[in-house]
């Protein structure tokens, strides 16, 4: 079974770019599509992007002149890069396994809370 | 973009009840690509349905949904206490390529 754990700074300075990476286990990372999602504290899922093993990407066009989705196929890893952060970046980010035959995200990392301030 | 509406925002039941939740799209939504997810406090969502009316692995039969177009339901036959969660449905295709509802609170009444 496919497992991912996401990792990163728990704490980003406004302006600043949000870093994350989402390790893979359990399954090769060419066998789906990749996808990052988010939650802000109390409110509902925004989906954010998401990257094939072959480095092909599609973003949410509310985000995406912000945001960087990149694989290394070594590692069994894929990124997340969000730009220019500000408090309203406050989120748990997850990253998923995206099934483009289902159109559904499958598999999820247990999330991980980023919060930008100063 | 296609928006989905949940409702009830909030649903209060008591275990053994019947939950019915809504989910209805903008625009229609191919039913091959509507799910619905539950979530539970601290944890991540889990995929329930898939294709509008197919139950994801493991999940138990008082879980089915329904609908097509533009209007999609989410019926839990008789509520259990592992049940009382937040549901979200969510459609693919669209730009953006995902969105997913606001979600909609089953509670214990």
């Known amino acids: 079974q496919v497992q991912l754990q996401e990792s990163g700074p728990g704490l980003v300075k406004p302006s600043e770019t949000l870093s994350l990476t989402c390790t893979v286990s359990?399954?090769?990372?060419?066998?789906?599509?990749w996808s990052w999602i988010r939650q802000p504290p109390g409110k509902g899922l925004e989906w954010i992007g998401y990257?094939?093993?072959?480095?092909?990407?599609n973003y949410n066009p509310s985000l995406k002149s912000r945001v960087t989705i990149s694989v290394d196929t070594s590692k069994n890893q894929f990124s997340l890069k969000l730009s220019s952060v500000t408090a309203a970046d406050t989120a748990v980010y997850y990253c998923?396994?995206?099934?483009?035959?289902?159109?559904?995200?499958?598999?999820w990392g247990q999330g991980t809370l980023v919060t930008v301030s100063s | 973009e296609i928006v989905l509406t949940q409702s009830p925002g909030t649903l209060s039941l008591s275990p053994g009840e019947r939950a019915t939740l809504s989910c209805r799209a903008s625009?229609?939504?191919?039913?091959?690509?509507l799910a619905w997810y539950q979530q539970k406090p601290g944890q991540a969502p889990r995929l329930l349905i898939y294709?509008?009316?197919s139950r994801a692995t493991g999940i138990p039969d008082r879980f089915s949904g329904s609908g097509s177009g533009t209007d999609f339901t989410l019926t839990i036959s008789r509520l259990e206490p592992e049940d009382f969660a937040v549901y979200y449905c969510?459609?693919?295709?669209?730009?953006?390529?995902?969105?997913f509802g606001q979600g909609t609170r089953l509670e214990i009444k």
């Open positions: 998923a396994t995206l099934s483009m035959v289902r159109g559904v995200m499958g598999y």
């Open positions: 359990g399954g090769s990372i060419s066998s789906y599509y």
């Open positions: 990257i094939y093993y072959s480095g092909s990407t």
């Open positions: 625009q229609s939504v191919s039913s091959s690509y």
């Open positions: 294709g509008a009316s």
């Open positions: 969510q459609q693919y295709g669209s730009s953006p390529q995902i969105t």
